[in-house]
């Protein structure tokens, strides 16, 4: 997928200003210079168990647009 900076730029303009943040805050996530933290075992373990919880019920998970919206309703 090509997109432009151009096609970006008009899509955001038609972006609510709560978007706009959100969008913000992503932006910022991607420029931020990585730091090579080691994850710990336990870290691995639990992403290793949600992740095959995932592969057992594919179904069971929330689309991320869904996440944001529960968590905006509880902010209003």
Request: net charge negative; no cysteine; proline share 3%.
């Amino acid at each position: 997928m090509n997109i432009t900076v151009e096609q970006l730029t008009e899509k955001l303009k038609t972006l609510p200003e709560h978007f706009l943040e959100r969008v913000w805050g992503y932006i910022d996530a991607l420029a931020e210079e990585k730091d090579h933290t080691e994850i710990s075992d336990l870290q691995k373990t639990v992403v290793a168990e949600r992740l095959n919880e995932y592969r057992k019920n594919p179904d069971s998970g929330i689309e991320i647009d869904d996440v944001f919206k529960e968590i905006e309703k509880n902010f209003e």
